[in-house]
Structure formats: C-alpha cells, structure tokens
C-alpha cells in the first residue's frame, strides 16, 4: 500500500518543500523606522512600515528606506559676509526625515532608496548649506547674534521648499555657534561690559557722594545743635551768678563786688573755654568733610582714570585705522605715480616717433623742394639760353630784315586799329565841313592814315628804319632812283634796274 502512495507522496512533499521556502523567502516584516518597498509585479509598489507581509521570490524585489531622524551638520566650511559685509562662520544642525504623506514618500524613494542615513545626511548637506549661506547675506551680524531662532526659523522656511522637491521633512534647525573673521562679535560683548562697569562706577560714586553730602550735613546739624545747648546753658549759668551776686550785693557791697568781680572773671574763663572748644569741634567738622570731599575726588579721579584708558584705548584703534588708512593712500598715490610715469614714457615714445616722422616728411619736402628748384633753374636757364639765341639772332638781321618783319605786320596793325570803326552801328554827324570843304565823314575815316603815319613816325625814333621809304618802293620815284638807302644799312635792291640805253 505504501508503494501505491509513493507515486502521490514524492509531489506532495516536494510541494510541501517548496512552499516553505516561499513562507520563508517571502516572508517579510518592516520595522517602524523603514519603509520596505515591494515592487515587480504590480504597477504601484506595496509599502510596508511597521507590519509583515509577503514578496514572491524571484518575481518581486524588495527595497528598503529608511525613516528615522537624521543629523545634518550644516557648517559653513568658509566665513559668510552678512548684510553689514563681516565675515562670519555659522555652525548648525538639522533634524529631518522622509516624509509621511505617500506622494513626497515616492519622492524620496527616487533619491535615497537602499540609503544609509549618514549618506543621507551627505546628499542633503549641501542644499541646506547653501540655503543657510542666502539667509546669512540677508542678515547683519547683531541681528544674527541677538535673534537665532529667528535665524533659524529663515533657514528652515528658505529649506523647506528644496527640501519638499526631495520628500524631506525638516523638524528643526538650531544654531549651534556663530564666530566672525576678526572677533567683532567679542568686542560688541566687551564694549557692553565695559558701559556696565561706567555705569556701574558712576552709580556707585553718585552714592558715595551723596552719602557723604548726608554725613557732613548731619554732622553740621549736631554741632549747631550743640553748640547752641552749651550757649544756653552758659546764659542760665550768667543770670544764675547774676542773681546770686545780686543777693549778695544786698548783705555785703563789697564783697559782692569782690565776688562780682570774682564771678565775672569766672565767667570770662569759661567763655574762652567755650570758645575754644566749639572753635575745636568746627575745626574737627570741617576736617572731617574735607576728608569727606577728598574720598570723592580720589574716586572720581578713579572713574577719570578709567574713563581715559578707554579713551586712550579708543584714540590708538583709530590712530591705527588712519595709520592703515595714510599707507593704502600712499600705495594708491605710488601706484598712480608709477602709471603716469609709465603714460609720460609712451606719450615720450609717441612724440619721438611723431618728431621722427615730421623729420622724414620735412626732408622728403626739402629734396623736393630742392628737385623743384632745380628743375625751375635749369628751365630758367633753358629759357635764358633760348632768349640769348634769340638776341644773337637778332643782331645778326640788318635793318633791312627787320624792316621786311615789320612790313609783315604793317597789315595786321592797321587792322587793329581800324577796328574800332568796325564796331560803330552809327555815327551821328553835327556840323558843316571845314575850310577846305571835308565833311565829318572824312574826318573820321582820315583818322586812319593819321594813326599810321604816326606809327611809322614812333618806328623810326626807335629803331632807325623808315617804314614811308620802304613803302616807296614800288613808286615811280623809287624806279627812278632805282633804289632805296636806309640810314645805318646796307643797300637793298627793291626794284629792277632799267637796262641802260
């Protein structure tokens, strides 16, 4: 029966088998301060937080977040300038933790899922470090010292938004420490101590004197108090011996003036001894306020004392300051020294170079003008050589030659100077002829001949050729005599001789 079972006990068992190992693999439980993730088969994960559950091996992952507090030191690693421009180092620490509500808790799960807390604490020190330096910039140094939950406060509001990009929840922020570059924050403490302890002197030697002030008055009161009891006493004690001297006047005259006299001398001792002794008391009245009055002077050249240290103290700080001051001024006075000399050195440069220039173009305008001067002076010299030519040339023509040159341009003379009767549109004529019978118009026209004949007359004078002669050539007369002689030159022919008969 046994081997009739075994066929159905080997599955059942190796069923059995495998189901212990899926409760034992699968089987899972969350502590309250993680979150187990369970994904792969499903499209959203199963969270588990402080409960058990199951994941189906080699189908589903588990993943774990954690869930507790974490310690961020949020230090500055460098000093910070505040609003008022000090450099400061702030030290704080934040509490956070991943939050509840289930769309930041997938938020976080993206950024620190299977994350130890101190790499937590790593990711997130930076965003909160640089939200705590932009509050820092936004804050003087006494408001940062004297208002740190206030301070705080800023850098968990300025965090929070980062922090909600992430899941976070930030549970608390505290300042820790805050030290400034060079100890200001040390000195704004023990400029306050010091203003205690003036005020604290000054109170104290307000008592002192008024104090004093009581005592002297007290004492002046019971002196006048007394002195004024021992003058009574001592006018009882007068008409006291008055009246017995008086009684004794009456049974004996004269031993009463005996013991008058006796009784006023008497008298006049204890009223010297009086004297004295209220002189003694005055005196010791006013030692003691003068004893007084000096205790005030000696704490009040105490206080003085103090009072100018500190001021002493205050005068060298600022000596210091106009120490430090008068040296950059005289490194910024050196260094604009030292630019202008450079600037002088390249304006120098420049003007050098401009001098070097102007000298090249004024010697390239020299040689220039020198080629122009040359070439003007050998023009000169050309034109001198051609006018000499012209001259020799001239004094090689005979009067004759010149003559015929003149007689070339006999025509031309006339004409210019008919030409201004071409140009008369009208003449109008008053008056009859003249004696010989000529009317205007042959006055007019006989200007003519006169200007020629005036003309030949000037070229005569000036050079000795008589132009009337020359023009007689080819009359009758000059046939006749057959030839022309011209004062001063040689004899030319200006017509055929008749053959001789």
Request: glycine share 4%.
């Amino acid at each position: 029966m046994l081997q009739s079972l075994l066929p159905y006990l080997i599955p059942a068992v190796l069923i059995l088998i495998l189901l212990i190992i899926v409760l034992t693999q699968g089987y899972v439980k969350a502590p309250p301060d993680h979150a187990y993730i369970i994904s792969g088969l499903r499209r959203e994960p199963r969270v588990l937080i402080g409960r058990a559950g199951f994941k189906i091996p080699f189908f589903e992952q588990l993943d774990k977040l954690y869930l507790g507090q974490i310690t961020v030191d949020i230090k500055t690693d460098e000093y910070i300038p505040t609003n008022d421009f000090i450099n400061v180092m702030v030290d704080a620490v934040a509490k956070v933790r991943v939050a509840d509500e289930p769309s930041q808790m997938k938020l976080a799960m993206r950024n620190f899922l299977n994350k130890e807390p101190a790499k937590i604490a790593s990711d997130l020190q930076d965003s909160l470090q640089g939200n705590m330096r932009e509050i820092i910039g936004t804050l003087t140094l006494r408001a940062i010292n004297t208002d740190r939950d206030s301070f705080s406060d800023q850098v968990m509001a300025k965090a929070s938004k980062d922090m909600e990009k992430l899941g976070i929840d930030i549970l608390s922020c505290n300042i820790q420490n805050v030290t400034d570059e060079h100890g200001l924050i040390q000195d704004l403490g023990m400029d306050n101590t010091s203003k205690i302890r003036k005020d604290a002197s000054i109170a104290k030697a307000e008592a002192e004197r008024d104090i004093a002030i009581a005592q002297a008055a007290a004492d002046k009161a019971s002196n006048d108090a007394r002195v004024l009891a021992e003058t009574e006493i001592a006018q009882k004690n007068n008409e006291l011996a008055i009246k017995k001297a008086e009684l004794q006047k009456a049974s004996d005259t004269k031993k009463a003036e005996a013991d008058a006299a006796y009784e006023i001398q008497k008298q006049e001792q204890q009223k010297t001894i009086q004297t004295a002794t209220v002189n003694a008391q005055i005196a010791k009245a006013e030692r003691e306020a003068e004893l007084r009055k000096q205790e005030v002077a000696v704490q009040q050249q105490a206080l003085e004392a103090e009072i100018n240290k500190k001021a002493d103290a205050d005068r060298y700080a600022i000596e210091q300051a106009a120490a430090a001051e008068l040296t950059r001024r005289q490194r910024e006075a050196e260094a604009k020294q030292y630019e202008q000399e450079k600037e002088a050195a390249a304006r120098k440069a420049q003007a050098e170079a401009h001098k070097y220039a102007m000298l090249q173009e004024a010697e390239g305008i020299r040689a220039k003008g020198e080629a122009e001067a040359a070439a003007i002076q050998a023009k000169a010299l050309a034109e001198a050589e051609g006018m000499e030519k012209k001259a020799q040339a001239y004094q090689k023509y005979n009067k004759a030659a010149m003559a015929e040159m003149m007689i070339k341009v006999l025509p031309e003379i006339a004409g210019k100077i008919a030409e201004p009767l071409s140009q008369i549109d009208k003449i109008t004529i008053i008056g009859g002829g003249g004696s010989n019978g000529d009317n205007g118009v042959g006055t007019v026209a006989g200007n003519v001949p006169v200007v020629m004949a005036k003309l030949f007359e000037s070229v005569k004078e000036a050079t000795g050729v008589d132009l009337a002669e020359i023009m007689k050539a080819e009359t009758y007369d000059a046939k006749v005599t057959r030839n022309v002689n011209l004062t001063g030159a040689p004899d030319i022919v200006l017509g055929d001789r008749p053959e001789e008969e």
